[in-house]
């Protein structure tokens, strides 16, 4: 493993976090009593445990977390653990263990390249066209690409715009000239970008 945990939200700090990539760590994204988090088209990969809603701390309120278009896979332990007097909302998220929520799915994300770090999405992942275009989901994916509706794949994401994709990555298949007669899981070279990306919004933080 290379990291403990790729990003730790502290106590009583209120966060936006979107276009976040988490892989090969002990805890892809973690948070603690009394912080406030809303994710939103992040990958988590190969961890021990991939998001974990920590239970709260005597004397202080518990942690609140509201996921969208989140992926999280291949993790050792669990994809998803809620502590005890904790608090996660799901919605449109592709998760490891089946998990309740509006538009979740549980099925392999189809990344091109897990194990060199490249989480693009391979043509026909149950990720295209399946997220939510509500708050707080982001216009552009992490490489600044707009949202693309792939016309192989019918919308069932939720929102006004129905075409979002789970995950940091926006698959792109169609925009790059790649015809359909071409597209077959795992035979495609996608383009690999630098992974070293973090969107936060930090409104609060207290110690």
Do not use: M
């Given at each position: 493993m290379a990291?403990?945990?790729?990003?730790?939200?502290?106590?009583?700090?209120?966060?936006e976090a979107f276009n976040n990539i988490a892989y090969d760590c002990l805890i892809g994204i973690s948070t603690q009593s009394g912080a406030q988090v809303d994710l939103a088209n992040c990958t988590i990969n190969d961890c021990n445990y991939g998001l974990r809603v920590l239970p709260p701390y005597p004397e202080f309120p518990p942690p609140v977390v509201n996921a969208m278009n989140v992926v999280a896979w291949n993790c050792v332990n669990a994809s998803v653990l809620v502590g005890t007097g904790s608090f996660l909302t799901a919605t449109y998220c592709d998760f490891q263990e089946p998990f309740?929520?509006?538009?979740?799915?549980?099925?392999?994300?189809?990344?091109a390249a897990p194990a060199s770090a490249d989480f693009h999405l391979l043509p026909?992942?149950?990720?295209?066209?399946?997220?939510?275009?509500?708050?707080?989901?982001?216009?552009?994916?992490?490489?600044?690409?707009?949202?693309?509706?792939d016309p192989e794949v019918p919308n069932t994401g939720g929102g006004v715009i129905k075409h979002y994709d789970m995950g940091a990555f926006e698959y792109l298949a169609g925009l790059l000239g790649i015809p359909p007669e071409a597209r077959s899981a795992g035979t495609l070279a996608l383009r690999i970008l630098p992974v070293s990306y973090t969107h936060l919004r930090a409104h609060e933080?207290?110690?």
């Open positions: 990291a403990v945990c790729s990003f730790s939200f502290a106590k009583e700090s209120v966060v309740a929520g509006e538009g979740n799915i549980s099925a392999d994300p189809l990344f026909f992942s149950p990720c295209i066209d399946s997220g939510s275009s509500d708050w707080p989901a982001p216009g552009e994916d992490i490489e600044g690409n707009s949202r693309i509706d933080t207290n110690d």
